[in-house]
């Protein structure tokens, strides 16, 4: 019995192992999505952002995914100052005692990274609807209206139970 069962479980496992590689196999070749689309999006953000973007032109819409890879290339080495900055101003509040001045400095450093980073954005839109008619400068803005952050995730909560 035992034996049967556990035949009968493994030809059910497999059978739905290989109809899934099946299916994710034909998902992607059907949604074959470039690396330059891939983003931190929940999937009905990014369903927005491809049904405006399909809206473009092909020259067009090759213009703003390279334009975006350039803002990417541009704000990483910034991103990565200001991750390192974090984790300083981390282990100067956790520390034995506390040295505001350091602190106080190194906090000051962060804000003109971040005002680096948006003003490499603002060019980059700058340069995209400079080349862009009315429409498309349209699907522009209704594009970079979609937030899509990274993290944010929040916590779910545990319930404390009653001893």
């Given at each position: 019995?035992?034996?049967?069962?556990?035949?009968?479980?493994?030809s059910?496992?497999l059978?739905?192992?290989?109809?899934?590689q099946?299916?994710?196999?034909?998902?992607?070749?059907?949604?074959s999505?470039?690396?330059?689309?891939?983003?931190?999006?929940?999937?009905?953000?990014?369903h927005?952002?491809?049904?405006?973007?399909?809206?473009?032109?092909?020259?067009?819409?090759?213009?703003?995914?390279?334009?975006?890879?350039?803002?990417?290339?541009?704000?990483r080495?910034?991103?990565?100052?200001?991750?390192?900055?974090?984790?300083?101003?981390?282990?100067?509040?956790?520390?034995?005692?506390?040295?505001?001045?350091?602190?106080t400095?190194?906090?000051?450093?962060?804000?003109?990274?971040?005002?680096?980073?948006?003003?490499?954005?603002?060019g980059?839109?700058?340069?995209?609807?400079?080349?862009?008619?009315?429409n498309?400068?349209?699907?522009?803005?209704?594009?970079?209206?979609?937030?899509?952050?990274k993290?944010?995730?929040?916590?779910?909560?545990?319930?404390?139970?009653?001893?």
């Amino acid at each position: 019995m035992k034996r049967t069962l556990a035949a009968v479980i493994l030809s059910v496992g497999l059978t739905g192992l290989s109809h899934a590689q099946e299916i994710s196999l034909t998902s992607l070749e059907e949604k074959s999505v470039s690396t330059e689309q891939k983003n931190s999006c929940k999937p009905r953000q990014m369903h927005r952002k491809r049904f405006l973007l399909k809206k473009l032109p092909v020259e067009k819409r090759e213009l703003f995914f390279s334009t975006m890879a350039e803002v990417k290339n541009q704000s990483r080495p910034l991103k990565k100052e200001i991750k390192v900055i974090k984790k300083q101003l981390k282990n100067l509040l956790t520390s034995e005692v506390f040295d505001e001045a350091a602190f106080t400095e190194k906090s000051a450093q962060i804000g003109p990274k971040k005002k680096e980073i948006a003003s490499i954005r603002q060019g980059a839109v700058v340069k995209l609807a400079s080349s862009f008619d009315q429409n498309e400068r349209k699907i522009l803005a209704k594009v970079l209206k979609i937030k899509c952050h990274k993290g944010h995730k929040r916590q779910p909560r545990v319930q404390q139970r009653d001893s």
